[in-house]
């Protein structure tokens, strides 16, 4: 029989059912809650401490979660998958995906799933997802499989993989940094790989075979037209199409890319082709043909003055408006200054009207222009020569610094995980690395590091911590050691898993880590169970978050894409959760010999 908890005890568990009732029903912003929470626990320590401390000792409590060690690493490999994406070094695995998925549809579906799986591994879950959603969304409107068929399976496909590893989500990060400041022994960065990886051979099938069959086909709704633009090819001087006959050049064009004029006998550099299509496919038939689509010196001149200004350059789409001064003139004659325009997508008009489809024609209303400048230099270009900037634009790729950004994340990651220093060490000087070699900007950071995550992990560090010293983690391990004391070794790490799983599915992951790691900690001691399987099973279960859309972020970013609702990550999410609980309980006994 046990008593009741302590005052403080009894306001830690009310402090944290109250953030997760904040974050489950949305009706405030997730920084909202993580710097109420802040507040109160401060607040309320200050006012009413606990018994042996100092008014100030619960400041020091409330906010020394934005000094945790775990907090800067989660920024440190933000800043990491940062440079990744913007020096484009993860584009060539992109591109062979697309050559995969123009194969065959379910070898690509596979190979898109593994891919994901092992990019996650390494890098923050949102840059991946950030990197496959584009190529998705444009395989299906290529005549692929539809969008919401594949992105909830890559997406669960991500969220498997970054429970991987140590580094994998900042949530492992936090799960792990509890743990050892409880006391146990460090983690390293692989040290459960083996476990989740051989949990996802089992749960690949279900994401392959299984998953899309239970999502509607929401193509329609789903994918939009896209644009085509008129462009003229400007082939350069080692161009691997140099001497090729008409009918060769033709063949090495991506799909999608249409020929709209004349072209040579002989390919050679110099040569100028008019042409037509998406962006996309555009963009890749410059890459794969050494060409460009803007004359080279003007290209050079805008990245020389782009780095002067220590701004990126970006792709933005512009449409010209009734009043603008470029109506009837040409990409020649209209004397543009501080840009250049890759594309024209022509406005319709009347049969009286027609013109020639090339990007040399005369300019008119309606007409969108695929332009490429700093981005200052864009809105000032926009609002000079009346033009409507559109959504969707992105940032160009620094693509010099690929294979730099790379070593840096690979030498960042290696050395953690054979133990030469910790990882918080290896990652903050890999996005010192990142800032000194100019991956990364310095002035660009606040593009890198979410807002949102950073006070959300302090919040959920001060609140673990005010679980863990008001003596409520003891508690509740206590509370549920009594249900949980006739069960087997997996029943109880499966008993775990759940709990902590139902948590992130309906509130913060980062949250369920804070409160669930210390009542881990407590329920070992009350079984006489090692803590280690009981923290991994914490963390595996913070994972978990398939079954609603609101458990994490990356399922928020697909439901517009997808054009899912609720019902669909039910649907698919509860099989693979039980799935994945049974299976790594299953592992935990076995690899700890419960």
């Known amino acids: 029989m046990i008593g009741l908890p302590s005052l403080h005890g009894f306001a830690s568990i009310l402090l944290a ?35 042996g401390t100092a008014p100030n000792d619960g400041l020091a409590l409330a906010f020394g979660g934005f000094g945790h060690h775990a907090l800067i690493t989660i920024c440190a490999l933000m800043i990491l998958g940062r440079g990744l994406v913007v020096t484009g070094a993860l584009e060539p695995a992109a591109r ?34 950030v990197l496959l959603l584009p190529i998705l969304a444009q395989l299906a409107n290529q005549g692929g499989m539809p969008a919401s068929k594949t992105l909830i399976p890559v997406n669960s496909a991500i969220l498997i993989g970054g429970m991987a590893t140590t580094i994998g989500t900042s949530t492992n990060l936090l799960v792990v940094s509890i743990a050892t ?28 075979l299984v998953m899309p069959r239970l999502l509607p086909d929401n193509s329609r709704a789903a994918n939009p037209d896209l644009r085509h633009y008129c462009a003229t090819l400007r082939v350069g001087e080692e161009t691997p199409a140099f001497g090729k006959t008409a009918d060769q050049f033709i063949a090495m064009l991506p799909a999608g890319v249409q020929i709209d004029g004349p072209l040579p006998d002989r390919i050679a550099p110099g040569t100028r082709i008019n042409l037509s299509g998406p962006q996309e496919a555009l963009t890749e038939a410059a890459r794969k043909l050494g060409a460009t689509l803007a004359p080279p010196w003007l290209l050079a001149r805008l990245r020389q003055e782009a780095d002067a200004a220590r701004q990126d350059l970006a792709l933005v789409e512009m449409t010209i408006a009734p009043d603008s001064r470029l109506i009837g003139l040409t990409l020649q004659s209209a004397g543009l200054e501080g840009v250049a325009v890759l594309g024209i997508h022509q406005a319709r008009g009347f049969l009286h009207q027609a013109r020639a489809r090339t990007a040399e024609a005369p300019l008119r209303e309606g007409d969108v222009l695929l332009v490429i400048a700093a981005a200052d230099t864009a809105q000032d270009f926009a609002a000079r020569d009346g033009l409507l900037v559109l959504e969707g634009g992105r940032e160009m790729p620094r693509s010099g610094k690929a294979g730099l950004a790379l070593a840096i994340m690979a030498g960042s990651v290696g050395v953690a995980s054979i133990g030469l220093m910790p990882i918080a060490i290896s990652a903050l000087a890999g996005a010192v690395l990142m800032f000194v070699t100019g991956c990364v900007k310095f002035e660009r950071v606040g593009r890198a590091l979410s807002a949102q995550v950073i006070v959300l992990v302090a919040a959920s560090i001060a609140l673990g911590k005010l679980v863990l010293v008001t003596g409520a983690a003891e508690w509740l391990g206590q509370l549920l050691a009594i249900g949980l004391q006739f069960l087997p070794a997996a029943g109880v790490l499966a008993a775990m898993m759940l709990f902590v799983t139902v948590l992130t599915n309906f509130a913060s992951n980062a949250t369920a880590a804070a409160v669930g790691t210390p009542i881990a900690f407590s329920l070992a001691q009350s079984l006489g169970l090692p803590a280690e399987p009981l923290v991994l099973a914490v963390l595996f279960g913070c994972n978990l978050c398939y079954a609603t859309p609101v458990a994490y972020q990356t399922n928020m970013m697909i439901m517009s894409e997808g054009d899912y609702v609720f019902r669909d990550y039910v649907r698919t999410g509860l099989p693979l959760v039980i799935l994945m609980v049974v299976t790594l309980s299953t592992l935990l006994v076995l690899r700890y010999d419960l």
Do not use: C
């Not at 059912?17 to 320590?45: D, H």
């Open 17 to 51: 059912g109250a953030m997760f009732y904040g974050f489950a029903s949305g009706k405030a912003r997730v920084e909202i809650i993580s710097l109420l929470t802040i507040g109160v626990i401060a607040l309320g320590l200050y006012f009413f401490p606990l018994p």
């Open 181 to 208: 400041d409880m006391g146990m022994a460090p983690i390293g960065v692989f040290h459960f790989t083996g476990i989740v990886l051989t949990a996802a051979l089992v749960a690949l099938p279900y994401l392959w």
């Open 96 to 129: 062979a995906l697309n050559r995969v998925w123009r194969l065959n549809r379910q070898l690509g579906l596979l190979v898109t799933l593994m891919l994901a799986l092992a990019l996650s591994m390494m890098i923050n879950d949102t840059p991946v997802l």
